[in-house]
Every structure is written in C-alpha cells, then in structure tokens.
C-alpha cells in the first residue's frame, strides 16, 4: 500500500502573534533534482541563553520538510540520507518570518569492486 504525508498550514488567528519563525524546504538530489524522501534534517542553533537549539524532522515523499515555531537566531540545516554525503543550509528566523531554504544532497558514488581472481591456467 502507498501512504502519503501532507503538511497542512494552520494559519493563527487573527491579530496573534507567532513567537517564533518558520522554515519550509525541500531535500533533493544534486544535479537531476529528485526530490529525496525519508532524508532526516536536522537544524541547530543556540538560544539567546547561549543554550543549544536542536530540531529534526524527517522529509516527506515529495522531499519537503517543515519546522515551525523555531526561536530567532541564526540556524545550521544538515539533510542526511543513506547513500548520500550530507548537505547543509544555513538561515536566519525571526519571529513570525518564513523562510525558505532547500537542501542539496550529492549521490556517493559506490567503490569500484574489486575483479575477482581469474583461475590459474592449468600448468602441463
């Protein structure tokens, strides 16, 4: 069976304010595009504090990934997938700003393997 994820907007209220901001974006496959579903994201950033932030996710079947709410700051996307080197973004949030930052990941390209030995010819 297919099983799908949508991300669904919920916008607030009117007249509220969102404390902090958002980040959409998409994981995608250097070179042709594909999107890249599965991939885990993961931003960081340090509070006001000097504390670490730390959010992750996981992209959907179209590649796209959602943080919202995030604390204003200066944040490091890193998108991981198996098969993959990782692939990093970076970004500043304010309070109720959107952004929009999309994730390049390069294909590793798998280690020649090795001939197998050919037989010995047969000695008379």
């Known amino acids: ?57 996981v992209s959907g079947l179209d590649g796209s990934y959602l943080f919202v709410d995030l604390p204003p700051g200066a944040y490091l996307a890193t998108g991981m997938q198996r098969g993959f080197a990782s692939g990093q973004a970076r970004f500043v949030g304010a309070p109720g700003e959107r952004v929009f930052r999309p994730i390049f990941l390069q294909r590793l390209v798998p280690s020649p393997q090795p001939e197998p030995n050919e037989p010995e010819p047969n000695q008379p």
């Open 1 to 57: 069976p297919c099983r799908s994820i949508a991300f669904r907007h919920v916008a607030p209220r009117s007249g509220a304010l969102m404390a902090g901001g958002v980040v959409v974006g998409g994981v995608n496959e250097t070179g042709p595009r594909r999107p890249l579903p599965g991939a885990r994201i993961l931003v960081e950033s340090q509070n006001s504090a000097g504390n670490p932030v730390a959010r992750r996710t």
